[in-house]
Nanobody
Framework: QVQVKESGGGLVQPGGSLTLSCIIDGFTEDYWAIGWFRQVPGKAREGVICNSKHGITYYLDSVKGRFTMSKDHAKSTVYLHMNNLNLEDTAIYYC????????????????WGQGTQVIVSA
């Protein structure tokens, strides 16, 4: 059974930084794409960024230059590093996994975490 689980959300001030973790269980991240999505109440879940063996793909122009991803193979963990956060980054963040390459279509992801809340507020 493949699973992912997010952690690391919290309250941060505008301009601050936060790193989210996505622990992967039951599969090897080398063969999977791990995407980060986010959702605010009343809006659709949107793709943010994704990492696969082909590299990092950004799905939101607003996060380019501020967000990036990294992997720790020994810990089976993928990280979302978020810098210079602003109020519009407030959302529930989800990590999701799919075989192969990245996709901005959330319906193509096989496994999802429960989400972790990020609140950017002064």
């Amino acid at each position: 059974q493949v699973q992912v689980k997010e952690s690391g959300g919290g309250l941060v001030q505008p301009g601050g930084s936060l790193t989210l973790s996505c622990i992967i269980d039951g599969f090897t991240e080398d063969y999977w794409a791990i995407g980060w999505f986010r959702q605010v109440p009343g809006k659709a879940r949107e793709g943010v960024i994704c990492n696969s063996k082909h590299g990092i793909t950004y799905y939101l122009d607003s996060v380019k230059g501020r967000f990036t991803m990294s992997k720790d193979h020994a810990k089976s963990t993928v990280y979302l590093h978020m810098n210079n956060l602003n109020l519009e980054d407030t959302a529930i963040y989800y990590c999701a996994g799919r075989l192969g390459h990245c996709s901005n279509n959330k319906n193509e992801y096989r496994t999802w975490g429960q989400g972790t809340q990020v609140i950017v507020s002064a």
